[in-house]
């Protein structure tokens, strides 16, 4: 007998090394004396002292859902893991019952180890002399996974799945508290909602979408046993595969051993194994990448949505920690992307620009008082996939890479590592708001001639130096006179805004910018707009610095907005699995975060000027006869305001349109090659998207007028 005892040991030894049978004695069970041999008895103790609560197990990584601002049409998914928890009674008991048939079909006789199923597997592994069944319950794969899920370091993970005894007893150990804890249907919930399905497919929720594209509650018997005979082996298993034979035999099994448990009459199992495997194959998105094509250019509001993430304190510590909340948090955010807004500017944009165009024609639109991001627009199509783009515009880099366009991802409106185009006369509103900030008065008037000789001092190379000094010129010999800032602003008279930003102090307008939301991206601006260098930075006002669409549209929107200036928003809600709103510090993260930047008055005064601008007229002043983008009030129909701007050789040109309900921000220029000059001929292109845009975006809704600034501030 002795003899017979000692070869079982012999035999059993590689056994005991892939952690499929473990001798210990759990919750009153014995098992086979001649598994001992493999584990000590104070290791045994070592590893059930050092268990952990099974209150501690982390729930598995979800995938998170981003919607559009209705709520309803998805942009896309992220995960690591495809997964979405799903309670169990919205389960199909069909489901539920193919997977105990398939996995442990004595799920509700023990009490997480199945004594009986480890003899079996003993007897079987020692008669075949290698491991052919494991013994493992539901439970006990439940524990498996979710230690795994919830492991927070390489050597957590390894312990929850390497091939050991000392794993099989510690699963063994926990498998018995579980079910002291939770009831055999909350064990069986847990478990669908973890097990692996194959195609990157974990839980029943994210299986029965992968291929079935249905809804966990309308499997069938058929769909319902495919699915349970995959946990075993996803890739033997796969019914995706060109050849469903293994795939049909393994569904057939579970659906015999259904009937074995009378969950299935013998004829319904007769028919259900006649029918063939029937898949609607379905491949989740994941990351902007995978925007439907239909929404393509949602791709752009996706990308600068993902990096408004990863700022976000409210979500780790930092970008990477973030990112994985995202991947893993299972949130349901509603974005800020309005459908039809997005829709309208998208096609205003591709009427006036193909994507086959080395310039890059976009629009950001912005609700003022909020900051909510409504549309991001450019001519692009959002893609990596660079094989069939044009030549690079670029003269050193032509022949060598490619250009990016018409595919591309880079962040050409905001939100990215881009440092944006220089936006022209735009930047004069900075300083208008400056010298109204600083108590001038409207009235505040200057002669302005056609070149001016100013008191700073000309850079290395700087256009319109005259000797040491920078003496920038008007655009037309027209402007030449007198002006106050109705016309000044409207006619955008270049001399006129210097001899107004060397009185209120170029380092006030740079200052202004940053209240309203720019930020310095490259190092020369950055250098500039130091306290050692901004009260000399004289071109500022004619915008010389780089910016983006998005900034612009959120500082001209603080105008619209009487002062209020807000960080642009892409989110109206980030909703948690519980359903409970994400906070930060006590602060909904979704809510907008908002500060009085200019008093009401001064916001006033300077949409009253930007109303010259659009043939509108201001409600206070003389805008002197004739403005820069005059048919803006005829396209839009309502009250509006804003400014042109174009750079030096007119390589970029810009509008900034706004009514009190929406501003927009829209440019055309060569991201590739900034030098490389667009033509005066293409400035009307980003006036006539914002206006159109405003026009039809707006169409139905009341009719808002801009408030008169106090006479106050007028002289």
């Known amino acids: 007998m002795m003899t017979r005892v000692l070869s079982a040991t012999s035999r059993l030894a590689p056994l005991l090394r892939a952690g499929l049978i473990a001798g210990v004695i759990v919750a009153g069970v014995s098992y086979p ?130 091939q050991t005894s000392k794993r099989k007893v510690r699963e063994m150990r926990i498998s018995v508290e579980l079910e002291k804890k939770l009831t055999k ?111 393509n250019n949602w791709g752009f509001f ?65 609700q003022p008082g909020t900051g909510l991001l409504k549309a991001m627009a450019v001519n692009r199509t959002y893609s990596l996939d660079q094989k069939g783009n044009g030549s690079h515009s670029d003269p050193y880099k032509n022949g060598r890479k490619k250009g990016n366009y018409p595919n591309t991802v880079n962040p050409l409106l905001g939100g990215g590592d881009m440092p944006g185009y220089q936006a022209g006369s735009t930047f004069k509103m900075f300083t208008m708001l400056a010298a109204l900030d600083a108590g001038m008065p409207m009235s505040t008037s200057f002669y302005a001639p056609q070149r001016y000789v100013s008191q700073y001092l000309a850079g290395p190379g700087e256009p319109g130096s005259c000797g040491s000094r920078w003496c920038p010129v008007n655009a037309s010999g027209s402007m030449t006179g007198r002006h106050a800032m109705w016309s000044g602003f409207g006619k955008s008279v270049n001399t006129y805004f210097v001899q107004l930003e060397q009185k209120v102090g170029a380092d006030k307008a740079v200052r202004m910018a940053e209240r309203l939301g720019l930020r310095w991206r490259t190092d020369i601006d950055r250098l500039q707009a130091s306290p050692k260098k901004a009260k000399g930075w004289g071109a500022f006002t004619l915008g010389v610095s780089d910016v983006t669409p998005l900034e612009m549209a959120g500082a001209y929107a603080t105008v619209a907005a009487d002062g209020k200036y807000c960080e642009p928003l892409p989110v109206l809600s980030i909703a948690l699995p519980d359903g409970s709103q994400a906070q930060y510090n006590g602060t909904d993260v979704a809510r907008s975060r908002c500060k009085q930047a200019v008093t009401p008055a001064v916001a006033r005064a300077a949409a009253d000027a930007a109303r010259c601008v659009t ?88 009719k808002r007028t801009f408030t008169p600034p106090p006479r106050s501030i007028l002289r």
Request: hydrophobic content about 40%.
């Open 615 to 702: 043939g509108y007229g201001a409600a206070r002043g003389s805008c002197g006869g004739w403005s820069t983008a005059p048919g803006v009030y005829g396209i839009v129909n309502r009250p509006v305001a804003g400014k042109t701007g174009t750079t030096d050789s007119t390589r970029a040109a810009w509008f900034v349109g706004f009514t009190p309900d929406l501003a927009a921000a829209s440019f055309i220029a060569d991201p590739d090659y900034p030098k490389n000059a667009v033509g005066d001929w293409q400035s009307l292109k980003p006036i006539n998207s914002v206006a159109e845009t405003l026009r039809d975006a707006l169409r139905g809704q009341p």
């Open 33 to 162: 004396i001649a598994a001992v041999g493999g584990l000590g008895a104070k290791a045994t103790a070592d590893l059930v002292g050092k268990v952990p609560s099974v209150l501690d197990v982390q729930p598995p990584a979800q995938t998170t859902y981003v919607y559009a601002a209705d709520g309803k049409t998805l942009i896309t998914m992220f995960y690591e893991e495809h997964r979405k928890y799903t309670p169990i009674d919205e389960m199909s008991p069909n489901i539920q019952q193919a997977i105990i048939a398939s996995e442990d079909s004595r799920f509700y006789q023990h009490n997480g180890v199945d004594a009986k199923g480890i003899a079996r597997a003993f007897v079987a592994n020692h008669q075949g002399g290698e491991v052919q069944q494991g013994a493992s319950t539901l439970t006990m794969q439940y524990v498996r996974m979710a230690l795994r899920d919830s492991a927070r370091t390489p050597l957590e993970v390894q312990e929850a799945t390497e």
């Open 185 to 295: 249907k909350e064990i069986l919930e847990r478990y669908l909602n973890s097990a692996y399905f194959g195609h990157r497919a974990y839980g029943i929720f994210a299986a029965a979408q992968v291929f079935f594209s249905k809804a966990p509650k309308d499997l069938t018997i058929v769909e319902a046993a495919t699915l349970a005979g995959l946990v075993k082996a996803p890739s033997a298993y796969d019914p995706a595969s060109k050849d469903k034979r293994a795939a049909t035999e393994r569904r057939n099994y579970v659906i015999d051993r259904m009937v074995d448990l009378r969950y299935v009459t013998p004829a319904n199992a007769a028919k259900a194994k006649a029918e063939p495997i029937k898949l609607r194959l379905t491949t989740p998105a994941n990351d902007c990448i995978s925007v439907p094509s239909r929404y």
């Open 302 to 366: 996706c990308d600068f949505f993902k990096t408004w993430w990863n700022e976000q304190k409210a979500f780790g510590g930092n970008p990477q920690e973030r990112e994985d909340r995202l991947r893993r948090g299972g949130y349901r955010i509603v974005t800020s992307l309005d459908p039809k807004v997005q829709s309208i500017a998208q096609r205003h944009i591709a009427e006036k620009e193909g994507k086959r165009s080395r310039f890059a024609l976009g629009l950001v639109a912005i």
